[in-house]
């Protein structure tokens, strides 16, 4: 089997491989870890290069973390045609049904974490830490991709008309957010515009606004920062050591991926069509109080 990683952050990719190698060792698997480096054509060749290969040594399954959107519908079609199962994780793609219809024995598979439900999540914790209301920066991941138009949406649903959004884009890590913020700090309309919050849509780029606001716009420093993912080292221990306000814990979904790709194996019968597994606020939705209450 191959699992082919987005790696765009190290920390994620870290949890990420080795979820995928443990959940082989323990299902018994051979299982290899291939990296994509965010570049989308590099991953083309790695996948392709395991579809063609010769039939003794073809993965019986591609679990796949997409570089970008739907590039990739090339690709599935050629695997599934081949026989071999496709496992498509946090991401939408239009064209799983039609390849599902075609290959019915054949699994094509979307698991991932319930997006818009993250969005929620962020947006609940908004107004729990801004009872009032107020600005949020929404710092979000690619334009085109579907995780974060899903938690935008999420977002903007809880919070309504009490808050006012202000959005800037990165591509899910720190120096990225941080070149977009300090883009955004010599417009003009930035002046009149000092967030109440940042909301982020993974850790990494919240940690990134913070070293722009700390270098900066000192003055901004000290308000409330909410990530997403809670890595043990990452978004959990920032939250714990005060710098982060919130994050959630996003589960790896790599390992389920892998688990449903062996039942396949043992049993053929195949996966739905999607699988979705649940994240959670961090510190609990229950636990958060009004910014700067103690």
């Not at 009872?131 to 929404?138: A, E, F, I, N, Y």
Request: proline share 5%; net charge negative; aromatic share 6%.
């Amino acid at each position: 089997m191959l699992v082919s990683l987005l790696s765009e952050d190290q920390d994620f990719q870290v949890m990420q491989a080795e979820d995928a190698r443990e959940t082989g060792r323990r299902l018994g698997m051979g299982v290899e870890v291939v990296f994509a480096e965010s570049h989308a054509v590099q991953q083309i060749q790695q996948l392709f290069k395991a579809i063609h290969a010769p039939e003794g040594e073809r993965p019986a399954a591609l679990v796949v973390e997409p570089a970008v959107g739907e590039g990739l519908e090339r690709v599935a079609r050629n695997a599934v045609r081949a026989g071999i199962g496709w496992f498509l994780v946090n991401i939408r793609a239009g064209y799983i049904d039609e390849l599902r219809k075609a290959h019915p024995k054949v699994p094509v598979t979307m698991i991932g974490t319930d997006q818009t439900e993250v969005g929620r999540i962020q947006g609940r914790q908004c107004r729990a830490l801004l009872p009032d209301g107020g600005r949020v920066l929404s710092v979000q991941g690619p334009a085109d991709s579907t995780v974060t138009h899903q938690r935008s949406e999420g977002l903007l649903e809880v919070l309504g008309e009490d808050f006012e959004v202000r959005t800037l884009n990165g591509d899910w890590t720190a120096v990225a957010a941080d070149k977009a913020v300090m883009a955004w700090l010599r417009l003009k309309s930035a002046a009149a515009f000092q967030p109440d919050i940042v909301a982020a849509q993974n850790d990494l780029m919240a940690v990134g606004v913070r070293k722009a606001f700390t270098t900066n716009r000192p003055d901004w420093a000290t308000i409330p920062y909410i990530g997403s993912d809670g890595l043990a080292q990452g978004g959990r221990k920032l939250v714990e050591d005060g710098a982060f306000a919130a994050t959630i814990l996003t589960p790896s979904n790599i390992g389920p991926a892998i688990e449903l790709a062996k039942a396949w194996l043992d049993s053929g019968q195949v996966p739905p069509r999607d699988v979705v597994l649940e994240a959670r606020s961090y510190p609990a939705e229950m636990d958060l109080q009004p910014w700067g209450v103690s």
